[in-house]
C-alpha cells in the first residue's frame, strides 16, 4: 500500500490548511473504497494521537476532542482521496501530519504542518 499525504506548511494561528491523501497500491481485491480511513499526527516530544476519521461506506467521521469544530475529514473514493480541512488553526495544532489506512500497515510519510506567528 503506497499512503502519500501533502498540503502541509507554515500559517498564522487563525489560517487554514487543507492536507490531502492518496492511498493506492491495495492488493487481493480490495480497493480505496474497502476501508476507513485516518489521520494522526505527531508533535515534537510527544506520542503520534488521533486527529479524525472517516468510514468507508456511510462516511461517519470521528474528531478528537481538540479539533472538534474547526477539522473537518472528507473523501473522494473515485480519486482514492482523503482530506483533512483545517480552519481556525492554533500553534498547539502544529504537528507532523500522518494519513492512515485503518487495519492495515499502511501509513504515510507525513506533511509538517506549523503554525506560528
Known amino acids: 500500500i503506497r499512503v502519500v499525504e501533502s498540503g502541509g506548511g507554515l500559517v498564522q494561528p487563525g489560517e487554514s490548511l487543507r492536507l490531502s491523501c492518496v492511498a493506492d497500491?491495495?492488493?487481493?481485491?480490495?480497493?480505496?473504497?474497502?476501508?476507513?480511513m485516518s489521520w494522526y499526527r505527531q508533535a515534537p516530544g510527544k506520542e503520534r494521537e488521533f486527529v479524525a476519521s472517516?468510514?468507508?461506506?456511510?462516511?461517519?467521521?470521528r474528531y478528537a476532542d481538540s479539533v472538534k469544530g474547526r477539522f473537518t475529514i472528507s473523501r473522494d473514493n473515485a480519486r482514492s482521496k482523503v482530506y483533512l480541512q483545517m480552519d481556525r488553526l492554533l500553534p498547539e495544532d502544529t504537528a507532523m501530519y500522518y494519513c492512515?489506512?485503518?487495519?492495515?500497515?499502511?501509513w504515510g510519510q507525513g506533511t509538517q504542518v506549523t503554525v506560528s506567528s
Open positions: 497500491g491495495f492488493t487481493h481485491g480490495y480497493t480505496f473504497r474497502h476501508y476507513d
Open positions: 472517516i468510514t468507508n461506506v456511510y462516511l461517519d467521521t
Open positions: 492512515y489506512v485503518q487495519g492495515t500497515a499502511g
